[in-house]
């Protein structure tokens, strides 16, 4: 309870009774504002308050200012780690995109909100020791079950509608960063021996509260993801958060022990996220990836990244192109340089390696080089889909931003575009700038073929058509009839050069193929765009300007 303000033991020589002077005013008249009034002259005595009081007014044990450290140092490490994962654990369902992300971060802060205001209110109630143990060890056990509460309900809220997104994103972090935010306060409470020091003791632990989740966001994204799946983070951020709750619960002091049964219900959900249905074959640093056999033609493989079919592979026939849009790119490389000489190429985005397999089939002597992000892709696609037996291949494992720019200028004859974070192309791979480096390692007849997915009215393949068509004065848009009048979505290939694209031997080829496509060109490629915006690195909302099936 509240205790009274006591003298810091020094003598008391500045009271005022009625008739009588003020020591040292020479004999005039006292200063004071009524009778029984300290002197304002004279310094009021110093005063220091009793230490915080815990139940029964009893004062509070001291915390070690090491021990304090360190719990709040996990604490906010944690909340980032949960923060982190949360992304790649949504993205089978909802994707990776900058809803996946902004819904993320949103309930996180939302949830240290909540957890600062109600930790810090409770620990004014109830003696701290007594709150510490079991808010740590109930924070393991919601971080055990987070995991398996995404993964049960994912498939039904399966989609990129905001309201799904949402939910899964307070399914996966919500809960167990209230906890989590809860101790900071606790733990302040426990190290506030003096009102004096108050801002010293507060500022401490905030900046390690902030170096903890700063710590925590790089070795997460940098080390713990590439490193081990998901469900491992999550098991074993949960397993230490209930241990470091027992730890102290078990301690000699006043720390409360947490009752045996929320013990053995909290060990026992840690470990839910193991049983929990996983929907990845192979979770890479980026995506949730499995390979799938084709039932009707036995050396097909899918690849299947997050909830999306991104490659078609023939084990045995590289020519053989399942995808139409694939087969629009292929007739591109078919036709950018007469028939049998090889082809110098750029990959943007690796996917099953079809393309480059393509060319090195029915172009002997053809180089590709891949620009890939995910070098866990790239595993994948060795142990099931024979990548070692692509001859002329050579790859680069990072951001194709960085990789267009080692390239030397007027080297390549063709440019491939076909990254994707869910259905949209990664914005910084779609502007002006980027495309001017494409433009700038392509010969002066090289050509650029890039995949992008859209659905009416199509704001995003107009703006990126535009902003090609800023850079290359020749332009050109295949897609299915429907696409291109803009009564359907689907995948759109958008073929630029700086000089005269070979139109004629194109649309042969693609009619030699039989591929569902049309070709769109000068007035009905600017028709098309129809003064969009030019995407820059600047400005480039494509999570905005595309429309999704579901939300059409």
């Known amino acids: 309870m509240p205790q009274p303000f006591q003298s810091s033991g020094h003598a008391v020589s500045s009271l005022v009774f009625p008739g009588h002077d003020t020591p040292g005013s020479g004999g005039g008249p006292s200063r004071r504002s009524g009778p029984g009034c300290l002197n304002p002259l004279v310094s009021a005595p110093r005063t220091t308050p009793d230490p915080p009081a815990g139940e029964g007014g009893r004062p509070l044990a001291a915390l070690p200012v090491a021990l304090a450290g360190a719990i709040v140092f996990f604490a906010s490490g944690a909340v980032l780690v949960l923060e982190v994962v949360g992304l790649r654990i949504l993205a089978p369902y909802v994707g990776v995109t900058l809803q996946t992300s902004s819904a993320v971060i949103g309930m996180a802060l939302a949830a240290i909100a909540l957890g600062a205001w109600a930790g810090g209110r409770v620990a004014d109630l109830v003696d701290p020791h007594r709150l510490l143990p079991p808010t740590l060890v109930a924070a393991g056990l919601m971080a055990g079950i987070s995991l398996p509460l995404v993964r049960l309900t994912g498939p039904a809220l399966q989609g990129d509608d905001p309201v799904s997104i949402a939910i899964l994103a307070f399914l996966a972090v919500f809960a167990p960063s209230v906890s989590l935010a809860a101790v900071a306060p606790m733990v302040v409470k426990l190290q506030l021996r003096d009102l004096g020091l108050t801002g010293t003791i507060v500022g401490r632990l905030s900046g390690i509260d902030t170096l903890g989740g700063i710590i925590a966001t790089f070795v997460t994204g940098f080390v713990l993801l590439a490193a081990l799946p998901s469900s491992v983070i999550v098991v074993g ?43 990845c074959a192979v979770e890479t640093a980026y995506h949730c990836a499995r390979v799938a056999a084709d039932p009707a033609r036995p050396a097909g493989r899918l690849l299947v990244l997050d909830n999306l079919l991104h490659s078609y592979v023939d084990l045995d026939d590289p020519t053989h192109l399942e995808f139409p849009y694939v087969q629009a790119i292929a007739s591109v490389a078919d036709v950018v340089r007469p028939a049998g000489q090889p082809v110098s190429a750029i990959h943007v ?26 070098a866990g892709v790239l595993a994948l696609d060795r142990e099931r889909l024979r990548l070692a037996a692509v001859p002329g291949l050579s790859i680069r494992v990072g951001d194709a931003r960085v990789g267009l720019r080692e390239e030397p200028p007027a080297g390549r004859d063709l440019v491939v575009g076909d990254a994707f974070g869910g259905l949209a192309v990664p914005w910084h791979l779609t502007t002006v700038e980027v495309v001017s480096e494409i433009a700038r390692i392509l010969r002066p007849d090289g050509v650029y073929a890039v995949n992008v997915i859209d659905f009416p009215p199509g704001g995003f393949v107009r703006a990126e058509v535009a902003t090609i068509a800023a850079v290359f004065p020749e332009v050109a848009l295949a897609a299915s009839p429907g696409a291109l009048r803009g009564a359907a979505g689907g995948n759109f290939i958008i073929v630029a050069s700086a000089a005269p694209l070979p139109l004629a031997a194109l649309g042969a080829r693609l009619a030699q193929r039989g591929t569902p496509v049309a070709v769109a060109v000068g007035v009905d490629v600017r028709r098309f765009a129809g003064g969009s915006q030019v995407l820059t690195d600047d400005h480039a909302p494509v999570d905005q300007l595309i429309t999704h099936p579901a939300r059409r």
Do not use: H, K, Q
């Open 237 to 279: 951020l949960a397993a230490v958060t209930v241990l470091l709750g027992l730890g102290l619960g078990f301690t000699r002091g006043p720390w409360r022990r947490p009752p045996p049964a929320m013990v053995l219900v909290c060990l026992a959900g840690t470990m839910l996220p193991t049983l929990a249905p996983a929907p």
């Open 349 to 374: 985005g690796a996917g099953g390696l079809t393309l480059p397999r393509y060319l090195a089939a029915t172009r002997p002597g053809s180089n590709s080089r891949v620009l890939e992000i995910d």
